[in-house]
């Protein structure tokens, strides 16, 4: 079968920035197992692997728009030092608000700390390598829930 609505699809892939750098790889782990058309994945993904069949092997460029979004200046803020206590705060730490939003530091001045609530991919151009490892169809129970469940009718 190829990818189309409601299939279950197994993809290994690897993304790299502009710069050819990592960003991030299914490569030693499990395939990436998602519930095609349910908007599980990015638009830009799902896009590049409708019509695929298993064996595929394909790159893809996405774009911030079809990826995570462009970077959204108001979501960078400053806050006092202080704010966090004796804690040390070093560039690169993740922390969750109040509201559950997730912030990255990104620059530890001496007395403000800059930290960035966009998604750590937002703005970014997304190169993909993908391999289409298996697809079958969803069960009822996937399609009503808009996930997969695993191999015992695992249900998470
Ligand atoms: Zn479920």
Do not use: C, W
Request: avoid cysteine.
């Amino acid at each position: 079968m190829i990818i189309s609505q409601d299939a279950v699809v197994s993809i290994h892939y690897t993304l790299r920035d502009n710069g050819g750098k990592v960003l991030d790889s299914s490569s030693g782990r499990d395939p990436l197992q998602y519930l095609h058309g349910h908007g599980n994945l990015i638009i830009g993904m799902e896009e590049g692997l409708e019509g695929k069949k298993t064996g595929d092997e394909f790159d893809l460029k996405i774009s911030p728009e079809k990826g995570y979004g462009e970077k959204n200046d108001q979501l960078v803020q400053k806050v006092p030092l202080t704010a966090f206590g004796k804690q040390e705060v070093v560039p690169g730490m993740q922390f969750s608000t109040q509201k559950g939003q997730v912030v990255t530091v990104t620059e530890v001045g001496k007395e403000s700390v800059t930290v960035d609530g966009n998604h750590p991919l937002a703005g970014v151009e997304l190169n993909f390598e993908v391999k289409v490892m298996e697809i079958r169809e969803a069960t009822p129970d996937e399609v009503s829930h808009g996930h997969v469940h695993g191999p015992n009718g695992h249900h998470h």
